[in-house]
């Protein structure tokens, strides 16, 4: 309870208004736009009276059985947001009823307020939809794709600027200048550093002004080229940073501060950042990938990112309709543009496929470092939306199986680690859960009557991706999606649920319909913090405290669960 209260001390009194606003108004029926509320569906039902065969119990009733399984009920916030069709983030009556054409959509509703909040049925929310203001700041910067000679510095300027960026191995001697060149307000530009030698930490720092007579300078940021076999070194995790009402921007902040603290060669973002489906016109996400840079860019100017996609990112394949403009095209142009993930080249292995409107996708891809192989998965472009195929429609594509095969047999290394926002399948269309529904579909090979339907439905195709995980020792998977931490075990991988890094109050309610063993959960918000050595890996769940001055630094993280994963020295 001090906790909550010191919480409200960081915020301006304009923020502390809203807030206290937010306590005093979430009643009935704003309640139902929270994630993870289960109790919400209750309050909402005397919309839908006397329509138990409705549109309403059809879109809960996600397996079309007739009832609504705890499952689908538990899943019933975010089934309730398909009845959204113009994706304003709330529901109308007509779109209750499904009487409201395309045609029909109400351009206005459900944008902000004058004063930031939104209007929902004439009532104020809090907050707004989405947490997109962020702090002035002059540039930001995201590293990316890190080699064993080269670093990208992806910059992004809010005023016309000339840059240099200077690098050395020492933090006060850094003998090589870089001109950059001037940089136009808004507009992204990818760095590349190169010329560097392997296994080695450097650091730089940016000089930037209005003329090149004049120069500023930042403060020294770092990184570390590839690392040789055997050194030991850091990387750190997030999932589902949404940005939407349920963010508090302070404990965002503070997780990435959290994890610059453990200098981490690099860090991981699970997907579900950017939530370019949630908006009235997709193209209204840009500000969300902008709010994005400057979040990452607390942490990556130090610690290159690699993203992999959510299923709020925008970009899933069967929403790519074949025309040069839809909402799958423009997210993944938009990521491209602001996010600098790894191209295949002779470090990194990936899709070289190219689309006709977005070029490389950069979806999926892998490397080596140190003694570990990391693979980032996409479950979106590939998969369909359901229909007949039920959950099979969920898949890699034959392409991205292939090459996941082929590059977990093409290394040596003693760890692996595979990265994706959920797992390939599910109970539903939710795909909630971790080891309890490792063993469906394309992930585990059977349906839901415990049927194994592999081969018939994925003829050609070796093994189930869990089997291939297990065949190649595979030491964690990493997802997301469910917001809250939870490390289960099958078959000797770990299937890590990575919680979300800045939700305002994480609780672990949801665990128990997710699939989750709830004595065995932790709420939101922290980051995973993995240590990895040539004997073992350690992984600390480093959760994330704000609040007054009562707190140093230091007590602002603090570990709420750890394990070990020895080395498997593994001999191909
Ligand atoms: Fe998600």
């Known amino acids: 309870m001090a906790k909550r209260e010191s919480t409200k001390e960081t915020y301006s009194p304009r923020e502390r208004g809203r807030r206290n606003q937010q306590s005093n108004n979430l009643q009935g029926r704003q309640r139902p736009e929270r994630p993870n509320d289960t109790g919400q569906l209750q309050r909402e039902q005397p919309e839908g009276r006397g329509r138990g065969n409705s549109r309403t119990f059809r879109i809960i009733d996600a397996n079309s059985d007739g009832t609504i399984s705890a499952q689908e009920l538990s899943n019933a916030l975010e089934s309730l947001m398909d009845l959204d069709s113009n994706k304003d983030g709330k529901i109308s009556k007509d779109e209750l009823r499904g009487e409201q054409g395309r045609g029909q959509r109400p351009r206005t509703e459900g944008r902000r307020s004058s004063s930031g909040g939104q209007i929902v049925r004439g009532i104020k929310m809090p907050t707004p939809l989405f947490r997109t203001e962020v702090p002035e700041h002059i540039y930001d910067i995201i ?78 940021y770092q990184f570390h080229t590839s690392r040789d076999a055997g050194d030991s070194f850091v990387f750190t995790v997030q999932a589902d940073s949404h940005l939407d009402f349920g963010t508090d921007p302070a404990v965002y902040e503070q997780t990435l501060k959290n994890a610059l603290a453990s200098k981490p060669d690099f860090h991981f973002a699970l997907g579900d950042a950017f939530f370019s489906d949630k908006r009235v016109r997709y193209q209204d996400a840009l500000d969300q990938y902008i709010a994005q840079r400057y979040y990452f860019g607390l942490l990556c100017h130090s610690a290159p990112l690699f993203f992999a996609l959510g299923n709020h990112d925008g970009e899933s394949g069967y929403r790519d309709n074949g025309r040069p403009e839809n909402i799958a095209v423009w ?242």
């Open 143 to 220: 590293l990316g794709k890190p080699t064993k000679t080269a670093v990208t510095a992806s910059v992004l300027a809010y005023q016309d600027l000339h840059f240099r960026i200077g690098v050395g191995t020492e933090p006060n001697a850094l003998g090589k200048t870089l001109n950059v060149g001037l940089l136009e307000a808004g507009i992204p530009k990818e760095v590349l550093i190169d010329g560097l030698k392997a296994g080695t930490q450097y650091f730089y720092k940016l000089q930037y002004g209005k003329s090149l007579t004049n120069l500023n300078e930042s403060e020294v």
């Open 331 to 572: 997210s993944a142009k938009t990521r491209n543009k602001y996010i600098p993930n790894p191209t295949p080249n002779a470090f990194y292995g990936g899709n070289t496929s190219v689309h006709p409107e977005i070029g490389l996708l950069k979806n999926y891809y892998a490397w080596d470092w140190g003694d570990a192989q990391f693979i980032v998965l996409d479950p979106f472009w590939y998969s369909g939306r359901g229909g007949r195929d039920g959950m099979w429609a969920k898949s890699l594509g034959k392409k991205q199986y292939d090459w996941l095969k082929e590059t977990l047999e093409n290394s040596e290394a003693s760890y692996r680690f595979i990265f994706l926002h959920y797992l390939v399948g599910g109970l539903d269309n939710q795909t909630r859960g971790g080891v309890n529904i490792a063993n469906l579909y394309e992930w585990g090979g059977k349906n839901s009557s415990d049927e194994d339907e592999w081969a018939t439905k994925r003829p050609g195709w070796e093994k189930p991706i869990h089997q291939l995980l297990v065949q190649h020792n595979v030491s964690i998977v990493f997802h997301g999606h469910d917001h809250l931490y939870a490390k289960e075990e099958l078959d000797g991988v770990i299937y890590q649920e990575v919680p979300q890094p800045g939700h305002r109050s994480g609780n672990t309610r949801s665990a128990g319909s997710y699939g989750y063993d709830q004595r065995n959960v932790i709420g939101s918000s922290g980051h995973v913090r993995v240590a990895v050595t040539n004997s073992e890996v350690k992984v600390e769940y480093v959760k994330t405290r704000v609040g007054g001055t009562e707190f140093t630094a230091s007590q602002r993280r603090y570990v709420a669960d750890s394990y070990s994963v020895k080395s498997l020295n593994i001999k191909p």
